[in-house]
């Protein structure tokens, strides 16, 4: 079975920066997407940003020239930084990681971490 743990959420000021990690446990292997989706209150799931294992990314328009998604394939681990935050950016942020083991297609995510940005 495969777990993504989240950190590093929390509360930020406007204007400041926030970093996200994900660390994959279990057999995931190569070829995947890992992406970053968000949930305010209220609202629908989005995506943030997604990474393929190649490295190729895309962001949200909402968070294009703020955010930065990165991964380390040896660690299983997926990053999201993002600077110039907003309160618009408040939201629970959860990990996925989508792709075939096997043939058969897969698409695990994480528990989600709480952000919380000030005014």
């Known amino acids: 079975q495969v777990q993504l743990v989240e950190s590093g959420g929390g509360l930020v000021q406007a204007g400041g920066s926030l970093g996200l990690s994900c660390a994959a446990s279990?057999?995931?292997?190569?070829?995947?997407?890992m992406s970053w989706y968000r949930q305010a209150p209220g609202k629908q799931r989005e995506l943030v940003a997604s990474?393929?294992?190649?490295?190729?990314?895309n962001y949200a328009d909402s968070v294009k020239g703020r955010a930065t998604i990165s991964r380390d394939n040896a660690k299983k681990t997926v990053y999201l930084q993002m600077n110039s935050v907003k309160p618009e950016d408040t939201a629970v942020y959860y990990c996925?990681?989508?792709?075939?083991?096997?043939?058969?297609?897969?698409?695990?995510w994480g528990q989600g971490t709480q952000v919380t940005v000030s005014s």
């Open positions: 279990g057999s995931i292997v190569s070829g995947n997407t």
């Open positions: 990474i393929t294992s190649g490295g190729n990314a």
């Open positions: 996925n990681v989508v792709g075939t083991r096997y043939h058969i297609p897969y698409n695990y």
